[in-house]
């Protein structure tokens, strides 16, 4: 059929580690064999780091940052992104004590008003509670949504 896009949901998220480094083999060979696009969609960001170009990161169905996958994994911006990627573990860092997100997490069916994330952000200010952020450029290529960013 030769696509020139493949969606991959959770494609590689049961799988062992072996058969998995294989699988992502596989992937890496197609794209450049056939030029093909994937939107990889993942929760191990170990993964998203390894296979991607380009990587979006979202929040209770909002983009919150989007940037070239170096610059996300080297310049985090939004709080969550930063939450995340300080959660990987790194065989280099022992005795890592791990820190969840305070709060619940909210609803997806009933999301908080303004920025989804308010509840869970140890950043946020009145204006989070009542106005959702809008994703704007605060580097080449690199588009966030927080308003921690107007006041840069």
């Known amino acids: 059929m030769q696509p020139d896009l493949l969606v991959c949901d959770e494609a590689v998220a049961a799988l062992d580690v072996s ?13 450049e064999q056939l030029n093909l696009t994937y939107v990889f969609i993942s929760h191990d960001l170990g993964v998203v780091e390894h296979l991607s170009d380009r990587v979006v990161i979202m929040y209770l169905g909002r983009v919150v940052e989007s940037a070239p996958a170096d610059e996300i ?21 022992r005795h890592k004590t791990f820190a969840a997100l305070s709060g619940e997490l909210p609803s997806p069916l009933a999301p908080p008003s303004g920025c989804h994330f308010h509840p869970r952000c140890s950043h946020a200010m009145p204006r989070c509670k009542t106005e ?5 450029g605060i580097a080449i290529r690199h588009l966030s949504a927080c308003h921690l960013n107007d006041a840069a």
Request: avoid cysteine.
């Open 19 to 31: 058969i998995q480094a294989q699988i992502l083999n596989l992937f890496m060979d197609l794209r």
């Open 73 to 93: 994994f080297r310049h985090p911006n939004h709080p969550y992104t930063r939450a995340l990627l300080a959660e990987i573990p790194r065989i280099d860092v």
């Open 132 to 136: 959702a952020p809008t994703l704007r």
